[in-house]
Nanobody, 127 residues
Framework: QVQVVESGGGLVQAGGSLRLACTIS????????MGWFRQAPGKEREGVSC????????HYADSVKGRFTISRDNAKNTHYLQMNSLKPEDTAMYYC????????????????????WGQGTQVNVSS
């Protein structure tokens, strides 16, 4: 049984940092492209970042470039999203996603039909 568990959300002041983690069990982690998405109240879910399964190639939404960093530790079946210089507009529920067949690309970040999803972790940034 595949389990996708996010952690690391919370409340932080603008300018602060958080690190989200996503641990996935029940599948061969190395074979999956990993991604982070977010959904703010009243808005559609949007892709934030992804990291490729073999090359470690990364991609970021323009809104987070230079502030967020995605990484993965295949030995721990975990990938991370380091979020720095947080802004109130980063407030959202953040979801971890994984897909065996997608490549990490801007177009795939715009597509919400990834294979595996976590339940989400809430990030609140106060001004």
């Amino acid at each position: 049984q595949v389990q996708v568990v996010e952690s690391g959300g919370g409340l932080v002041q603008a300018g602060g940092s958080l690190r989200l983690a996503c641990t996935i069990s029940g599948l061969n982690f190395d074979d999956y492209t990993m991604g982070w998405f977010r959904q703010a109240p009243g808005k559609e879910r949007e892709g934030v970042s992804c990291i490729a399964r073999k090359t470690g190639t990364t991609h970021y939404a323009d809104s987070v470039k230079g502030r967020f960093t995605i990484s993965r530790d295949n030995a721990k079946n975990t990938h991370y999203l380091q979020m720095n210089s947080l802004k109130p507009e980063d407030t959202a529920m953040y979801y971890c996603a994984a897909d065996r067949w997608r490549v990490c690309s801007g177009s795939n970040l715009k597509d919400n039909n990834w294979d595996r999803w976590g339940q989400g972790t809430q990030v609140n940034v106060s001004s």
